[in-house]
């Protein structure tokens, strides 16, 4: 039989114009969050991270935004770039000794 | 920092043979994580591992799967026998703590035919 692959939601943007990258997370007790980007035949790459005592955090022409009342996380990315074309998944965990879970990821496609 | 080094890149072996993905963390980093990822699952977290020791192997599939970790500086992950739908990309990750963010690998992209 056929199999049905894990179609990603594709978020296709202009080059230089900004991205929004939402992420919406279910454990009311995550404390801790991270985007991850993943480049074609490549390992997901850390981006940035933010702590829930936190609701905003600037990396270079990123920006990560939470907002613990409706469990969202968003990743900002400025004068967005060819090179930013990949996969980004958001990250979460719940308590010191605890591990990281994945979202299914995103796909960005930034068109020239 | 050489990063966290898997080997080998590429793995194309027969249903039934035995295979052994390797693993090398970061320098100084206590955790240690495999995770396999596919289009029909996504990322998933096989196994991990805190000061050598397996900690969560809930994510293993079934008896054919089988991870050690020896030493801080090397992991295996095994899989006997080998069957076609454990064709896959295999990330071994390492961070400073399991709280902490992960470094990952490059991925070994196996297939069994």
């Known amino acids: 039989g056929e199999s049905v692959g894990l179609h990603l939601p594709t978020l296709s943007v202009q080059e230089g114009d900004n991205s929004i990258i939402n992420c919406a997370y279910s454990n009311s007790a995550s404390d801790y969050f991270i985007w991850y980007k993943q480049e074609s035949g490549k390992g997901p790459q850390f981006i940035i991270d933010i702590r829930s005592n936190m609701d905003k955090r600037q990396g270079q022409r990123v920006t990560v935004l939470l907002n613990k009342t409706v469990k969202h996380l968003s990743l900002q990315i400025a004068a967005t770039q060819p090179g930013d074309s990949a996969v980004y998944f958001c990250?979460?965990?719940?308590?010191?000794?605890?591990?990281?879970?994945f979202g299914k990821g995103i796909t960005l496609s930034v068109r020239p | 920092d050489a990063g966290v080094i898997q080997s080998p890149r590429h793995e194309v072996t027969e249903m039934g043979q035995e295979v052994t993905l390797r693993c090398k963390p970061i320098?100084?980093?206590?955790?240690l994580f495999w995770y396999r990822q596919t289009m029909m699952r996504g990322l998933e977290l096989l196994i991990y591992f805190n000061n050598n020791v397996p900690i969560d192997d809930s994510g293993m599939p079934e008896d054919r799967f089988s991870a050690k970790m020896p030493n801080a500086s090397f992991s295996t992950l095994k899989i006997q026998p080998s069957e076609p739908r454990d064709s896959a990309v295999y990330f071994c990750?390492?961070?400073?703590?399991?709280?902490?963010?992960?470094?990952f690998g490059s991925g070994t992209r196996l297939t069994v035919v």
């Open positions: 990750a390492s961070s400073l703590d399991a709280g902490l963010a992960y470094t």
């Open positions: 320098s100084g980093h206590n955790s």
């Open positions: 990250a979460e965990k719940a308590g010191a000794n605890s591990k990281l879970t």
